[in-house]
């Protein structure tokens, strides 16, 4: 079994400051965890994806996570916001059995103050 | 490298019709996943396919759903007869077949059931 756990359903920061979005995880197995971007009347877009290879994982946009398998957590961040990060973030697990199904997170919606 | 298309964009008809919705893999991609997203439920996988072959469609609500893929690059989803608890954004996914492959997205279908 597996769950995915996105701890603040909003987020809200100015414009210029960090960002951090996160995310706890429960897998049976080795895990494979992503971020993915969902803004207004659109799709969901990969930011980045941990498939456990180098636990700090560069993405598009300046976003980066982390992956802690102590803390079972995954969390997103951002040294700088952008007007233009205001959107829906999903943190998504999907475990090594080969069962291809994703297990997404509630979401954290995240908005940028000017 | 054009991305999972999905037709229509918006559906608007009244219940008991027939609804059909429609998706576009990327090219190569052997994995297709559809998902229907709700304000109350969130983001809900519906079925998926591996090789044109329905893998897991444990989470069709019911009966009145169907999916098809009469091909390797193009999936429909059936509702019949449609009712206003269907109303939703759908989504449909493609994909490599592993598990450490993100899913890409196409930007949805919002049906409307009257």
């Given at each position: 079994?597996?769950?995915?756990?996105?701890?603040?359903?909003?987020?809200?920061?100015?414009?210029?400051?960090?960002?951090?979005?996160?995310?706890?995880?429960?897998?049976?197995?080795?895990p494979s965890l992503f971020w993915y971007?969902?803004?207004?009347?659109?799709?969901?877009?990969?930011?980045?994806?941990?498939?456990?290879?180098?636990?700090?994982?560069?993405?598009?946009?300046?976003?980066?996570?982390?992956?802690?398998?102590?803390?079972?957590?995954?969390?997103?961040?951002?040294?700088?916001?952008?007007?233009?990060?205001?959107?829906?973030?999903?943190?998504?697990?999907?475990?090594?059995?080969?069962?291809?199904?994703?297990?997404?997170?509630?979401?954290?919606?995240?908005?940028?103050?000017? | 490298?054009?991305?999972?298309?999905?037709?229509?964009?918006?559906?608007?008809t009244e219940m008991g019709q027939e609804?059909?919705?429609?998706?576009?893999?990327?090219?190569?991609?052997?994995?297709?996943?559809?998902?229907?997203?709700?304000?109350?439920?969130?983001?809900?996988?519906?079925?998926?396919?591996?090789?044109?072959?329905?893998?897991?469609?444990?989470?069709?609500?019911?009966?009145?759903?169907?999916?098809?893929?009469?091909?390797?690059?193009?999936?429909?989803?059936?509702?019949?007869?449609?009712?206003?608890?269907?109303?939703?954004?759908?989504?449909?996914?493609?994909?490599?077949?592993?598990?450490?492959?993100?899913?890409?997205?196409?930007?949805?279908?919002?049906?409307?059931?009257?």
């Amino acid at each position: 079994a597996q769950s995915v756990t996105q701890l603040d359903s909003h987020v809200s920061v100015s414009e210029g400051t960090p960002v951090l979005l996160r995310c706890n995880y429960s897998s049976s197995y080795s895990p494979s965890l992503f971020w993915y971007v969902q803004h207004p009347n659109k799709g969901l877009q990969l930011l980045l994806k941990y498939t456990s290879a180098a636990t700090l994982v560069k993405g598009i946009n300046g976003f980066e996570a982390e992956f802690k398998k102590s803390e079972t957590s995954f969390h997103l961040t951002k040294p700088s916001a952008h007007m233009s990060d205001a959107a829906e973030y999903f943190c998504v697990v999907t475990s090594g059995t080969g069962r291809r199904a994703l297990t997404f997170g509630s979401g954290t919606r995240l908005q940028v103050q000017p | 490298d054009a991305g999972v298309i999905q037709s229509p964009r918006h559906e608007v008809t009244e219940m008991g019709q027939e609804v059909t919705l429609r998706c576009k893999l990327i090219s190569g991609h052997n994995s297709l996943f559809w998902y229907r997203q709700t304000m109350m439920r969130g983001l809900e996988l519906l079925i998926y396919f591996n090789n044109n072959v329905p893998i897991d469609d444990s989470g069709m609500p019911e009966d009145r759903f169907s999916a098809k893929m009469p091909n390797a690059s193009f999936s429909t989803l059936k509702i019949q007869p449609s009712e206003p608890r269907d109303s939703a954004v759908y989504f449909c996914a493609s994909s490599l077949m592993y598990s450490n492959q993100p899913q890409h997205f196409g930007d949805g279908t919002r049906l409307s059931i009257l």
